[in-house]
């Protein structure tokens, strides 16, 4: 027993306390990502069979991509918390993972929405050749560090929380 301190099994008994609660909120926040990723995944499905029986596919399937790329980030986050609540490890891939889906989300309404920035003026158009520009670097920068990742041995992956 050390002096000025709790004794050991009273700091287990914390620690584990400590750990139930990490439980729970990983098993809320796991519960409302799952929910928010199906739900998500049904007002998708609902919106293209509106746009095919409407004949406006063609029209609605960038708004279309851009939601199923977000159930794709929803699930990534949602693996991490899986991964973050069986190992009580962080690992960086999904992460990585999210930020290169995000950034290639962005790329695909900014390229979209080219033909109305033509109309806005230069200056709209040169901001968003910059934001292009920026995000090429992100997403190639995003990809070299999934290759690093990668490379690790998978154990080193995680670290622990």
Same mark, same amino acid.
């Given at each position: 027993?050390?002096?000025g ?18 439980d729970?909120v990983?098993?809320?926040v796991?519960?409302?990502l ?7 995944l049904?007002? *998708? ?5 509106? *746009? ?5 596919l063609?029209a609605r ?17 949602l ?7 069986r ?21 695909l ?17 040169v ?14 920068a ?12 998978p154990?080193?992956?995680?670290e622990?929380?």
């Amino acid at each position: 027993m050390r002096r000025g301190g709790p004794p050991a099994d009273a700091r287990e008994g914390v620690a584990r306390a400590f750990t139930l609660v990490e439980d729970a909120v990983y098993l809320g926040v796991g519960l409302l990502l799952a929910a928010s990723a199906i739900a998500l995944l049904i007002s *998708s499905g609902i919106s293209f069979v509106r *746009s095919v029986l409407d004949g406006a596919l063609a029209a609605r399937v960038v708004g279309l991509l851009d939601q199923v790329l977000l159930v794709f980030m929803i699930v990534e986050i949602l693996y991490t918390v899986q991964v973050s609540f069986r190992e009580h490890a962080l690992v960086p891939e999904p992460f990585l993972i999210v930020g290169l889906i995000a950034g290639i989300r962005r790329v695909l309404v900014l390229t979209a929405e080219f033909g109305d920035l033509l109309e806005r003026g230069n200056d709209a158009f040169v901001h968003a050749m910059l934001e292009l520009g920026l995000l090429t670097v992100m997403i190639v920068a995003l990809v070299i560090a999934l290759v690093l990742v990668r490379r690790r041995a998978p154990g080193a992956a995680a670290e622990k929380a």
